[in-house]
Structures are given as C-alpha cells and as structure tokens.
C-alpha cells in the first residue's frame, strides 16, 4: 500500500481548479466503469490510477499491464476525491491536444453549445450527443471546462468520447453550415422534418442564444411546450436529447 505524498496531495487538489489543469495539463477521473474505459480506449492519457478497493487492481491490470495502480487508505482517498462518496478510483489523466475543425461540416449535424455553464448540463449533452453519434460538439468559448470532474462524471466518460472545438461565436457563420438555432418560440419540430445537416445551437441557461447566433439562423426550431401544465422552459440538456431523437427520424 502506497502512501501519498505531501506534494502529491497538494498537486491533486489543485486539479479541481481549471487554472491548474491548464498550468498541468491534466485532469481528474473517478470511478471504476469510467476508469476502465479510458485504459481501454486511450491508455496513452492515463498517467496514473489511485484505488482504496484493492479488488479493484486486478479489474484494471486485466484491460492493460502497463497501468500504474496505487493501493491507498480509504481516509486518503476521501482526502482526494472531489466527490461527496468517493467512488473508490481515480485516475489522473493528461488533457489531449484539441481537437481541429472537422473538414466537412455540411454533410453531417453537429451541436454547437453557446455559453453552457453548468457541468451537469454539459455532461448531459455531450452523454446525448454520444448516444446520437454525433463525433464533434462545437463550444463557444464561455462554455464550463470540460475537463471539470463534474462534466466528466455527468457524461459518463463520453465527454472523452465526443471530439470538442472550440469556435469564437462571431466566426460560427463562415463555417459552411447551416445554423438552426433551438429555442421558444421557434417551428415546432412536432410538424418539421429535421435537417439532414447543420449546426444546431443549444443557447446558455438562462440568457438563451445570443442575439448575433439568432441573426445568423437560418430557422429557429422549438420543442413545444403548448401542454405544459406551467413550466416556462425546458432544460438545456433534456432539448439536446429530443433533438438528438428527432434528428434521427427516418
């Protein structure tokens, strides 16, 4: 059993902050499931694996010998966890360099999150965008970390899957693509057939899309609310799965 350094301990807290996972570039990754993921589908950016489950060693080294795992006390794995429960694993992997511009952006549907700040909601839509198939989201600069636990956690590890960009909003229209802006007031997609390619903008959580997104649109596509029994909006990350659904429609 592995007992952890001063500096160690010191280096790990200071990844929950995003000034230090840019100066470090690396991140934190807890749980076994997620764990297990990244060793099988990109080993190269995980530097190094703390467990205080020690059955949780051979569940790992099984996926890849080469691994670091560190055994340590339940007590220092409390002290380092960013969760209220630590799940028992965590992982400190190294940030990859980002991801360009798909060459193509007019034959496919892309995301494009403007200003999303919560994590949850980001995890949530990249964990949608995931599930879709969609190979990129494209981020507005103001949008959370991605490489913030919480992200990570809400997006069960597909926001290590999706390939991200990040594009300034006043450059999203000389991308080649249609943009469709998602937001109230909009066509119903209940009566619409969904675009086959394009940008579709998902707008910040209580600003909506910004002004110079909306005068770019091409259309503006809503998710009816006409029964709502009082709900004055839908939230971000449960529109990005319906619109995910009907842009899957045959």
Not at 39 to 56: F, R
Not at 117 to 136: H, Q, S, V
Request: hydrophobic residues 40%; negative net charge; charged residues 20%.
């Amino acid at each position: 059993m592995e007992q952890l350094s001063k500096a160690r301990i010191k280096l790990l807290h200071s990844l929950q902050h995003k000034k230090y996972r840019l100066k470090y570039d690396k991140f934190i990754v807890e749980g076994l499931k997620i764990i297990k993921e990244l060793v099988a589908e990109h080993q190269n950016m995980v530097e190094s694996v703390y467990i205080s489950n020690p059955d949780y060693q051979s569940v790992l080294t099984l996926a890849d010998r080469n691994v670091e795992v560190s055994i340590i006390t339940e007590e220092e794995m409390k002290g380092i966890s960013q969760m209220v429960t630590p799940p028992g694993a965590l992982a400190v992997c190294t940030i990859p360099s980002e991801e360009p511009l798909p060459n193509q952006m007019s034959d496919s549907v892309y995301f494009y999150l403007d200003a999303i700040r919560d994590p949850g909601n980001m995890g949530t839509i990249l964990r949608n965008a995931d599930w879709f198939g969609m190979e990129y989201v494209l981020l507005s600069p103001d949008c959370t970390d991605i490489y913030n636990h919480k992200v990570i956690q809400a997006s069960m590890g597909s926001a290590l899957r999706v390939k991200t960009c990040v594009v300034e909003v006043d450059k999203l229209h000389s991308l080649g693509a249609a943009l469709y802006v998602c937001d109230a007031g909009g066509e119903s997609i209940r009566h619409a057939d969904p675009p086959q390619e394009g940008i579709f903008i998902l707008g910040n959580e209580s600003q909506g899309v910004s002004e110079i997104l909306r005068q770019h649109a091409s259309k503006i596509y809503a998710v009816s609310g006409s029964k709502s029994l009082g709900a004055e909006s839908l939230n971000v990350a449960s529109v990005s799965a319906i619109i995910g659904a009907w842009l899957q429609k045959d």
